[in-house]
């Protein structure tokens, strides 16, 4: 009998492999795919893995009268309707933890990239310009900068920690205010952009933070202001934050996330002040096998009636 129902065409062919040699296994590409699998196929699934970001609702659950874990691969859900998941009796799954690193990593790499003008170098020294027309342009120094972390969960501490290693002032929003050493908390995004030179994004996805880094925000920041993204596209007012790049009136971003991914707005490739990543914050060999092991503990633990590793509902 088919227990678990592999869902995502972004899953690598090793991570699928693993989960078909575990279990009895169905797969699709989506969550639109579901219901092209046949009724009794359907009836068995108790179990499904699910890597993406096509929304995964309701509707989708139903075709599966078996169904109780939703495991997804990956620590934001935004996703996946929890609560529907959760009206139906169904657990949801996620992989926290084990990315921070990846996440917190990247967010500064882009930020150096930003600063210090990389991928414009980069370009230089490829094209040949070196040698005919000398340096580029000075930029920008990393070290000391002031940041504002907007979201200091798992991932926007460890970012925070990799800043205090570059000497910055560091300030932050949060629910609360956090036990930390000498940053500063701001309960308004808005109030933190006018106090500093980046702001850092690391909030979870989904309805409650849409916009949340509004226009208001990014007209505080101003003229020397960056914005670095490793959240959602979503977490960004996106119109607002194109306007004020094109218009030079922030300085520019570091962007790992974007709306409607992989199909981004050509406004962005056309402009200059920006680093441009393909969502791979975590996408480094040793995270995203741990985070398939991951993955595959929790669909493990439910299907032989143990304790979910790292339940969201
Ligand atoms: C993706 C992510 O899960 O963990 C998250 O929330 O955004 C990423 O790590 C990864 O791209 C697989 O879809």
Known sequence: MTELLICGASFKEDERARLETAYPSAYVDGPDDMASLDEATRAGIKAIAYKGHKPFGGEAMDLFPSLGVVANYGVGYDAIDVAAASARGVKVTNTPNVLNDDVADIAIGMLIAQFRTMMRGEAHVRSGDWAKQGEIPLNRKVTGASVGIVGLGRIGREIADRCAAFKMDIHYTSRSEKETPGWTYHSDVVAMAAAVDVLIIALVGGAETVGHVSKAAIDALGPRGVIINISRGTTVDEGALLDALE???????????????????????????????????????????????????????????????????
Request: net charge negative.
């Open 247 to 313: 218009q030079g009136r922030i300085a520019g971003a570091g962007l790992d996330v974007f709306l409607n991914e992989p199909n981004i707005d050509p406004r962005f490739t056309a402009l200059d002040n920006v680093v441009l990543q393909p969502h791979q914050g975590s996408g480094s060999v040793e995270t995203r096998r741990a985070m398939a092991e991951l993955q595959l503990e929790n669909i493990a633990n439910f299907l032989s009636g143990k304790d979910l590793v790292t339940p969201v509902n």
